[in-house]
Structure formats: C-alpha cells, structure tokens
C-alpha cells in the first residue's frame, strides 16, 4: 500500500510540475480595462494625430477599417456615431488599410466628416494587437480602453450597441443610430 501511495504521489507530483512549466498565453495589452497604446499617425495633411492628446480632451472612437463592402455599409453608422456625440466630446478616428490615392477618393465621395490617417502597412492593427477588420476600440477620456468590437456587421447592431457604451461614458441618452440610418435611407 505504501509502495503504491508512493508511485502515485511521484505521478501527481511529475503531472503537476509538466503543467506548471507549461506557459501560460500572453495576456493581451490592449483590451477592456487597459490603458489605450501609445499611438500617433499622420493624417492626410501630414498633421501627426496622437492618441494620448485626444484621450486628453475626451473620449475616443478609434475605428481600424478598410474600404470593403462590408466596412462601406457600416460607414453611415459610425458617421452617425460621431454626429451624435461629437457635440459631447467624442472624437471619431478612422484609420483606414488602403492606398492613399483610393482613400482620398472614398472620403470625397461618402463625405466622411471625421478625422481619419492612412495606414496602408497595418502598423495600427499590430499597435492595437488585432488582425480583425473593422476593430472598434472607444477609449475614455484619460485613456483607459472601455469597449472593444471587432467584426462586420451591416445590419447596424453593433454601431447601435456601442452608441450605447459612448452614451454611457459621455453621459448622455443614447442614440439609435441603427435606426436613424435605416430611416434616413427610407427617405
């Protein structure tokens, strides 16, 4: 009895030391709860545009997207975003992963009306430690990353969810963009 309580306490002590030697996965540095990462981009002027200032003033959407059909249906909602609470404080960042030329030509056409930079090698995306496109990020004033919504979705859902979050950390009702888009484009 005593040989095998022996075997079995050498078993379980062998079994615990391969799991703690085991590495555990990195944690993430830019996720909900963490300080935004130091960032600065430059904008289509040349104008350098940095993270902690604007994180200074207020809140901060920062929206990594392309110009996908997908990323396009999704653009009158975060328009919709920043109209609603810039007013609040919010600054809208949009910060596109294509050619210059091809940007400049989309912001004309879908009258973008929020700040934007072009990072056509995707410094940003492994800045904010993602390879999803869009990737939402709202940060709130001082810095500390609140939300983070990854994917496409044309259907409004997820701009009218984070509407909610920015209504939340501005302070103010919230607005439906969702709907706002859907009856605008009735019109």
């Known amino acids: 009895m005593i040989r095998w ?13 391969a799991y703690a030697e085991e590495p555990k996965p990195e944690a993430k540095k830019v996720d909900i709860g963490t300080q935004a990462p130091e960032f600065k981009i430059k904008d289509a002027n040349g104008k350098e545009i940095n993270l902690a200032e604007l994180t200074a003033k207020g809140p901060v959407l920062v929206r990594l997207t ?7 249906k999704e653009l009158a909602y975060f328009q919709e975003i920043h109209d609603a609470y810039k007013g609040k404080g919010l600054t809208s960042l949009a910060i596109f992963r294509e050619p210059d030329t091809k940007v400049a030509a989309y912001v004309q056409e879908k009258k973008l009306n929020m700040l934007y930079a ?15 496109m869009p990737t939402n990020f709202l940060i709130e004033k001082g810095g500390k990353i609140v939300s983070v919504a990854a994917g496409c979705d044309t259907s409004g ?5 984070l509407s909610e ?7 103010t009702d919230a607005v439906d963009v969702q709907k706002k888009v859907v009856d605008a484009a009735k019109k």
């Open 165 to 171: 979050k920015v209504a939340k950390t501005v302070n």
């Open 5 to 17: 309580f022996a075997a079995v306490t050498v078993v379980c002590l062998a079994m615990g030391t």
């Open 118 to 132: 072009v990072d056509s090698k995707g410094d940003a995306w492994k800045t904010f430690e993602t390879k999803t």
């Open 157 to 161: 859902l997820l701009a009218k969810k």
């Open 66 to 72: 392309c110009g996908c059909s997908g990323c396009d």
